[in-house]
């Protein structure tokens, strides 16, 4: 029963994994005791029972020599992903899915769903959808319900909870047995039918009156779980990835927050850049290049005018010190941004490099600006050491300024970390180099002073800039001095919420014609990531504006 040997090889071996099956079916035939432990060992172990004994399936397979029915074996996104919503369920919180199309999701939280029916006594379990036919239709696999009695009647009738008959008890958007239910909703009616322990909410993005869906649903679920691609700027879906955190796997839910699960395209063991490359072809041929930005690359400005950064030049520079041979960095200089929080629900967040190479990014929650100082200082000697300085710019604008009275503290008491310089960075400042152009060598070329709006709308312009270098540079091959690139690399922690943040900014012109820049359109949250990392990557003249110590 233990045998879970398919899953670290991909593509599974199905033939292999149907004779496992067989095996653990004959085990638990045995005798009323192996049963017992089989129920034992599934009640705590939702991806161990997936894995073992569900299906899913795949009509695309019709016709073909594969299988429509397919034992589920996960891979190691997918994976995480029943985790994060067992780990939701535990913590009594909520949680929502941001998924590229054709990852599995819903069958997953079908999968979770069933679970829960057969081993969790008194579970209610919720599910809804914008229209009754995605939430039920009979004989249509595409529909949630008809996939959970489909799945329900394959599954060895030992596990079947008391009173479920798959004759008598699966109705239309109704299964029951004698201690748990699943039932179903659409549309303005969803969450009217009484309280559940986890409810479902399919195609979250895209319902009609979401505010008055999120009201009937707050007072009967303490766990919902939003699944969805990205569907533009400002609607709820969006409003409340925007204020939640993502979760972090093998760690505990968040409560009181919405916890956040990213299922990306390039998670797929399956889905390769050739693949993305050529179904994005096919998009561009068909004129629909912004619905797959919003249903494959989960872009949520797809259709807004005058991003700053687009999303396809952040995706070019993840990993591009290793697609472009950046070599070693380590002796380049380092330099470092830390946003400030600002108060509310804001966070502080710090940002590193080395060269031009991303090294890390953090964000917290503390509102003592003397711990955040000691914390970004303490990341930033890390960094630091005789013969290599880094220079870490702070937000000194409103509650940032505290960090200037912390580091005097610190060199007062003899307890500034060595070879770290501190420099204020204020957004609406005036530019640097104020007298030479945009485009140096250039006569044409505007004067900064006269194109920029502030040192904010010039850092973003900056880099904006290192981002369509490398993106050329990475699908074009055209050469570029490396101290013009950016590179993201794909092993740091929350850089999908970093991709996002980065392509999140618009700009435009004000009344003076310079550019400004909207860090926060409507409906979106402070980009604090990204802002630390702006400050990280346009570096101020240290006699320019008023820096808190000396080089040490």
């Known amino acids: 029963m233990l045998d879970r040997t398919s899953q670290h090889v991909w593509p599974p071996d199905y033939k292999r994994e149907m004779m496992a099956r067989l095996a653990r079916a004959d085990i638990l035939l045995e005798s009323l005791e192996s049963a017992a432990v089989g129920r034992a060992y599934y009640r705590t172990r939702p991806v161990e029972f997936i894995e073992h004994w569900c299906y899913t399936f795949d009509p695309r397979n019709a016709g073909t ?295 890390s990014v953090e964000q917290w929650g503390e509102r003592d600006t003397g711990i955040t100082t000691r914390r970004a200082l303490d990341a930033a000697s890390a960094y630091a050491r005789k013969g290599r300085r880094i220079k870490l710019q702070y937000d000194s604008v409103g509650v940032g300024a505290g960090v200037k009275a912390e580091a005097n503290r610190l060199k007062d008491d003899g307890l500034m970390p060595k070879f770290v310089g501190l420099v204020s960075w204020n957004a609406g400042a005036a530019v640097l180099n104020p007298d030479k152009r945009v485009i140096a060598e250039d006569d044409e070329s505007p004067l900064n002073k006269d194109f920029y709006g502030n040192l904010k709308a010039q850092a973003w312009w900056k880099l904006r800039l290192r981002f369509e270098r490398t993106h050329r540079a990475v699908r074009d091959g055209v050469k570029y001095d490396q101290m013009e690139l950016i590179s993201l690399p794909s092993t740091l922690p929350l850089l999908r919420t970093l991709e996002k943040e980065l392509s999140q900014p618009t700009m435009s012109k004000n009344s003076r014609m310079k550019l400004i820049i909207d860090k926060q359109p409507e409906g979106t949250r402070s980009p604090n990531l990204a802002d630390a990392v702006v400050m990280a990557y346009w570096p101020v003249d240290e006699l320019a504006y008023d820096t808190s110590f000396e080089w040490l």
């Open 65 to 359: 020599d594969r299988p429509t029915k397919i034992p589920f074996l996960l891979f190691p996104r997918q994976r995480e992903f029943i985790e994060f919503l067992h780990a939701c369920l535990r913590s009594e919180t909520g949680g929502l899915i941001e998924k590229s199309r054709d990852m599995g999701a819903t069958w997953l939280c079908v999968a979770f769903s069933a679970w829960l029916f057969l081993f969790e006594r008194d579970a209610t379990i919720g599910w809804g959808s914008r229209k009754a036919a995605s939430v039920d239709q009979i004989g249509d696999m595409s529909s949630i319900f008809e996939k959970m009695r489909w799945l329900l009647r394959s599954m060895p009738p030992v596990f079947w909870p008391p009173g479920f008959d798959p004759n008598s008890t699966m109705s239309y958007m109704r299964i029951y047995s004698d201690h748990s239910s699943i039932t179903g909703e659409s549309g303005d009616d969803i969450g009217r039918g009484g309280r559940t322990l986890i409810y479902f909410k399919d195609e979250s993005a895209h319902y009609e009156h979401p505010e008055a869906i999120e009201a009937a649903l707050s007072d009967n679920t303490r766990v919902q779980i939003d699944i969805s691609s990205v569907n533009g700027l400002g609607n709820v879906f969006h409003r409340k990835r925007e204020a939640g955190v993502e979760w972090e796997p093998g760690r505990p839910a968040i409560r009181g927050k919405t916890n956040v699960f990213v299922m990306n395209w390039s998670d797929h063991p399956d889905k390769t850049q050739d693949w993305y490359e050529e179904r994005r072809s096919l998009a561009v041929d068909a004129g629909l290049l912004h619905v797959f930005a919003q249903e494959v690359d989960r872009n949520y400005s797809a259709s807004v005018e005058g991003v700053v950064i687009p999303a396809e030049w952040v995706r070019s520079a993840i990993d591009a010190h290793e697609r472009l041979d950046f070599g070693d960095e380590t002796k380049h200089a380092c330099y470092g941004g830390l946003d400030v929080a600002d108060g509310g629900g804001d966070r502080n967040a710090m940002a590193i490099r080395e060269g031009v190479t991303l090294r």
